[in-house]
């Protein structure tokens, strides 16, 4: 028999090491170690894709539903710290023990009467996450998709409700080099005959079409629920329920009101098998959490932590940085991967930019901080920007501080790395070396 690993990181590492080659992408492969595994969820399950927003609604469904009482799990990915927050239970990450245990469990049924399945790193940790999920007793699961939808290993689950949030172009060499081709492959997480919040404004035709044609029970935004308001409060109303006098969600950011509206149609489209109060969700919106959206950190500097990390996110943190009002500088920080439309994040928030530090992620699918230097600089029109390269967001991090006046803020944006890059040692307060210490 087999040495197993002993620890959740010699289990990552193994997934990591397993490189499937030429492999099947159908569900096929994941469904037969789901089988063996008997992994099956008696509760209902919510499951999340989208490009944008998926995080956001994922944590607001479950701080609404914990504070109706009900036990909650959540799978999100990626995380930014560590692999443990990709599974919340009650709120809190999973125990790495449970992980492991997990773990070991998928390689006997992957490798079972020697004949072993083949199983990329996410389809064996989303097992692994799956297993200790079904043996928590809970009374939801809320299943993020990682990176698509119709062939995303989250989807061997079947939903009650499908929820659908803004689609953009990303992930363009799998799912499709446009919003059409990417809509369509979201859209696999819908179920004949179950509900689909499509959360969206103005949704790609592909998800609709594929709604109708599976006979969907589709819940679109701006058809079959809304929302109003003013700069205090605002309301929603959809299909027999109506909520008023709310206020608005603790996470920042004007996208943010769309998301809580497709959280708003998800519950009430499970009411009779998940009623909760008004009062849960008021409650739930005003104290949920989720670190790296748009999160601004008080200090001196302001610290703003944003995981933006594709065209239509960065738009979106553009438009929250220019509603910040006043500061005299602003310095971000910033990394990605190079998968990525590099030049049409930078455009889009160039304008509000005064110093850039561009910086290396420990990972090689990451844009080098000169190979970002460089597309900025061939884009660049403001002859007052600044920018260096730095080795890690740390470094970047202290550079932007030791050039920062207190009344600035300081941006950190771009991959998880670099967001988790700065979180790993716990959230920063920072104190401009320009103030006096009292």
Same mark, same amino acid.
């Given at each position: 028999?087999?040495?197993?690993?002993?620890?959740?990181?010699?289990?990552?590492?193994?997934?990591?090491?397993?490189?499937?080659?030429?492999?099947?992408?159908?569900?096929?492969?994941?469904?037969?170690?789901?089988?063996?595994?008997?992994?099956?969820?008696?509760?209902?399950?919510?499951?999340?894709?989208?490009?944008?927003?998926?995080?956001?609604?994922?944590?607001?469904?479950?701080?609404?539903?914990?504070?109706?009482?009900?036990?909650?799990?959540?799978?999100?990915?990626?995380?930014?710290?560590?692999?443990?927050? @990709?599974?919340?239970?009650?709120?809190?990450?999973?125990?790495?023990?449970?992980?492991?245990?997990?773990?070991?469990?998928?390689?006997?049924?992957?490798?079972?009467?020697?004949?072993?399945?083949?199983?990329?790193?996410?389809?064996?940790?989303?097992?692994?996450?799956?297993?200790?999920?079904? @043996?928590?007793?809970?009374?939801?699961?809320?299943?993020?998709?990682?990176?698509?939808?119709?062939?995303?290993?989250?989807?061997?689950?079947?939903?009650?409700?499908?929820?659908?949030?803004?689609?953009?172009?990303?992930?363009?060499?799998?799912?499709?080099?446009?919003?059409?081709?990417?809509?369509?492959?979201?859209?696999?997480?819908?179920?004949?005959?179950?509900?689909?919040?499509?959360?969206?404004?103005?949704?790609?035709?592909?998800?609709?079409?594929?709604?109708?044609?599976?006979?969907?029970?589709?819940?679109?935004?701006?058809?079959?629920?809304?929302?109003?308001?003013?700069?205090?409060?605002?309301?929603?109303?959809?299909?027999?329920?109506?909520?008023?006098?709310?206020?608005?969600?603790?996470?920042?950011?004007?996208?943010?009101?769309?998301?809580?509206?497709?959280?708003?149609?998800?519950?009430?489209?499970?009411?009779?098998?998940?009623?909760?109060?008004?009062?849960?969700?008021?409650?739930?919106?005003?104290?949920?959490?989720?670190?790296? @959206?748009?999160?601004?950190?008080?200090?001196?500097?302001?610290?703003?932590?944003?995981?933006?990390?594709?065209?239509?996110?960065?738009?979106?943190?553009?438009?929250?940085?220019?509603?910040?009002?006043?500061?005299?500088?602003?310095?971000?920080?910033?990394?990605?991967?190079?998968?990525?439309?590099?030049?049409?994040?930078?455009?889009?928030?160039?304008?509000?930019?005064?110093?850039?530090?561009?910086?290396?992620?420990?990972?090689?699918?990451?844009?080098?901080?000169?190979?970002?230097?460089?597309?900025?600089?061939?884009?660049?029109?403001?002859?007052?920007?600044?920018?260096?390269?730095?080795?890690?967001?740390?470094?970047?991090?202290?550079?932007?501080?030791?050039?920062?006046?207190?009344?600035?803020?300081?941006?950190?944006?771009?991959?998880?790395?670099?967001?988790?890059?700065?979180?790993?040692?716990?959230?920063?307060?920072?104190?401009?070396?320009?103030?006096?210490?009292?």
């Amino acid at each position: 028999m087999k040495t197993e690993p002993q620890t959740l990181d010699a289990w990552l590492a193994h997934c990591e090491q397993l490189h499937p080659k030429n492999i099947d992408m159908g569900l096929d492969r994941v469904k037969v170690v789901a089988q063996r595994m008997g992994i099956g969820f008696t509760c209902p399950v919510i499951t999340v894709a989208g490009t944008n927003g998926k995080g956001s609604t994922c944590t607001m469904l479950e701080s609404i539903l914990r504070q109706a009482g009900y036990r909650t799990g959540v799978y999100t990915s990626p995380h930014l710290v560590r692999f443990e927050e @990709r599974l919340r239970l009650q709120g809190d990450p999973v125990d790495a023990p449970d992980l492991i245990a997990a773990f070991a469990r998928v390689e006997r049924a992957r490798c079972q009467n020697d004949a072993e399945v083949s199983l990329t790193y996410f389809e064996f940790s989303t097992l692994a996450i799956l297993d200790v999920m079904a @043996r928590s007793a809970l009374d939801v699961a809320i299943l993020e998709v990682g990176l698509g939808g119709r062939l995303d290993a989250v989807n061997i689950i079947e939903p009650d409700c499908a929820v659908i949030t803004s689609i953009d172009l990303d992930h363009m060499e799998f799912l499709g080099s446009d919003r059409e081709s990417i809509g369509f492959e979201k859209a696999g997480i819908m179920r004949t005959g179950r509900p689909v919040v499509v959360s969206d404004p103005m949704p790609p035709q592909s998800v609709l079409d594929h709604a109708t044609e599976i006979d969907a029970d589709l819940w679109r935004f701006g058809v079959d629920f809304n929302v109003s308001g003013d700069k205090q409060q605002w309301g929603w109303a959809g299909r027999g329920r109506r909520y008023s006098g709310l206020a608005y969600p603790a996470l920042r950011g004007a996208n943010q009101l769309v998301n809580a509206a497709g959280v708003l149609a998800a519950l009430t489209a499970l009411r009779d098998r998940l009623p909760v109060t008004a009062q849960a969700v008021r409650n739930g919106l005003a104290c949920v959490e989720l670190p790296g @959206r748009f999160q601004i950190v008080p200090g001196q500097p302001t610290l703003v932590l944003d995981v933006a990390h594709n065209p239509h996110s960065v738009a979106a943190l553009a438009a929250n940085l220019d509603a910040m009002g006043y500061f005299p500088t602003t310095h971000v920080v910033f990394g990605a991967m190079a998968d990525k439309d590099l030049v049409s994040m930078l455009v889009k928030v160039n304008p509000l930019i005064d110093k850039w530090y561009f910086t290396d992620l420990p990972t090689s699918r990451a844009e080098s901080a000169a190979a970002l230097l460089a597309k900025w600089q061939a884009q660049n029109t403001r002859r007052d920007a600044t920018a260096s390269i730095h080795a890690d967001p740390q470094q970047a991090l202290q550079a932007a501080i030791n050039a920062a006046d207190p009344a600035d803020r300081i941006v950190v944006f771009g991959s998880f790395y670099t967001v988790g890059g700065i979180l790993k040692d716990g959230v920063p307060r920072l104190q401009a070396k320009h103030m006096p210490n009292n």
